[in-house]
């Protein structure tokens, strides 16, 4: 089975049949966040198409037979009442204007009918040695697509209404707990946000191990390199987008109650000399987000 295949059925369908499912049960709670996770994948989609690494005319077959559809929802989709405020176009949500501007770009062009495919590319262009990686990446993120924690955990810090929240948060949750949800996806609500956390982290080391690869091996030039880490980087942006206090208190509340939990766990286990060593990994992950470099000189046309 081809790549995009693969990434159509596995990632693609599955959340366009949450949004289908939600609209039949009249459940909007997740649907803000479901309509975000739409337009990641979609700029996934446009990445691999620009990159070369989908077949260009299966890509828009995809395109025509899936984000036709979700554009034309988006446009009409109102968002849930937010805090006694009334209802309004997803457009104007605050999570939706904290996308990347490129993404509004193409999101937008999207809505208006047009054919974003071939808009707004990162400037890197088709690279065959960087199809391989670009695979890479793609299982990564299919896999975070289909975590469950780390659904929860999206969900909790920058979606959840703030009383459902506390009622999450006030759960007891042991460190026991949280290792065992770590191999499981069943489990109580805090202790899958706080797994959620973790996984979530994991996956930042694996991407950035994958883009220090691209590094390493020299497949790009030091413009280009920078504009594919960029492209990574804002794809995902949305998803620790700290600019909101809410979440921004929520994500600090899970960073340091997970750090309590592996605190204590370890000097139990009487290996307090790791404790700072683990809490600099789980930090350092985070860097995909935080790191920014200066943007290179422009490539060469």
């Known amino acids: ?27 909007e ?17 446009h990445l691999g198409f620009e990159l070369g690494a989908f077949p260009r005319e299966v890509s828009g077959d995809v395109y025509s037979f899936y984000y036709d559809s979700f554009f034309r929802w988006l446009k009409s989709y109102v968002g849930p009442r937010q805090h006694g405020q009334g209802q309004s176009p997803f457009q104007d949500n605050p999570r939706y204007l904290g996308l990347p501007k490129f993404a509004q770009v193409l999101v937008r062009k999207g809505i208006e009918g ?39 955990f999206l969900y ?3 979606f959840q209404r703030p009383e459902d929240w506390d009622k999450v948060w006030r759960e007891h949750c042991t460190a026991e707990d949280l290792f065992n949800t770590i191999e499981s996806d069943e ?20 991407v950035k191990e994958v883009l220090d690869n691209v590094e390493g091996l020299g497949i790009l030039d030091r413009a280009r390199l920078f504009q594919f880490k960029d492209r990574i980087r804002n794809i995902h942006a949305w998803r620790l987008d700290l600019s909101s206090e809410e979440t921004a208190t929520r994500f600090k509340h899970v960073q340091e109650r997970v750090s309590k939990m592996i605190d204590e766990q370890l000097r139990l286990l009487g290996f307090a000399d790791d404790v700072k060593r ?24």
């Open 156 to 158: 909790g810090i920058g």
């Open 1 to 27: 089975m081809h790549r995009l295949q693969q990434f159509t059925v596995g990632t693609i369908l599955p959340e366009w049949e949450k949004v289908l499912v939600n609209r039949k049960l009249q459940d």
């Open 187 to 206: 489990a109580s609500p805090a202790a899958m946000v706080l797994a959620g956390y973790m996984r979530f982290c994991e996956y930042l080391r694996n």
């Open 278 to 301: 683990i809490q600099d990994l789980f930090e350092s992950s985070l860097d995909l987000f935080y790191d920014r470099v200066p943007e290179p000189e422009p490539v060469p046309v």
């Open 29 to 45: 709670s997740e649907l803000p966040m479901t309509a975000l996770l739409l337009i990641e994948s979609f700029l996934w989609l």
């Open 114 to 152: 047009g054919r974003p495919l071939d808009d707004q590319p990162s400037g890197v262009g088709e690279r065959p040695p960087l199809v391989v990686p670009f695979q890479s990446l793609l299982i990564l993120y299919s896999l975070l697509c289909r975590d469950m924690a780390v659904r929860q």
